[in-house]
Nanobody, 122 residues
């Protein structure tokens, strides 16, 4: 069973940058599409970014500011975030796609990390 663990969250000022990491253990995620989701208090979990193989996809709200990448050899997925805004504040989750279903939907991802908190202050 694959386990995912996010890290890199923290407190940053508006306009700042953070790099989130997601490390997989217990199995390889080399062949899985990977996604990042986020959830703010009182809101539904929302899609942020995904990488099916080499092609990235982004939510409109983060396009141009966030970059998803991965190191398959190390079983690590990254989310580089720049020009951060207060509305980016959320608990960020990485997830491994199950091989079927839309990359936009959390139901398509059977493997999840525990999340890392990102807080953007004004």
């Amino acid at each position: 069973q694959v386990q995912l663990a996010e890290s890199g969250g923290g407190l940053v000022q508006t306009g700042g940058s953070l790099r989130l990491s997601c490390v997989a253990s217990g199995g390889t995620i080399d062949r899985n599409a990977m996604g990042w989701f986020r959830q703010a208090p009182g809101k539904e979990r929302e899609f942020v970014a995904a990488m099916r193989w080499t092609t990235p996809f982004y939510a409109d709200s983060v396009k141009g500011r966030f970059t998803i990448s991965r190191d398959r050899a190390q079983n690590v997925v990254y989310l580089e975030m720049s020009s951060l805004k207060p509305e980016d504040t959320a608990l960020y989750y990485c997830a491994a796609h199950g091989g079927a279903g839309s990359y936009l939907l959390e139901e398509s991802y059977p493997y999840w990390g525990q999340g890392t908190q990102v807080t953007v202050s004004s």
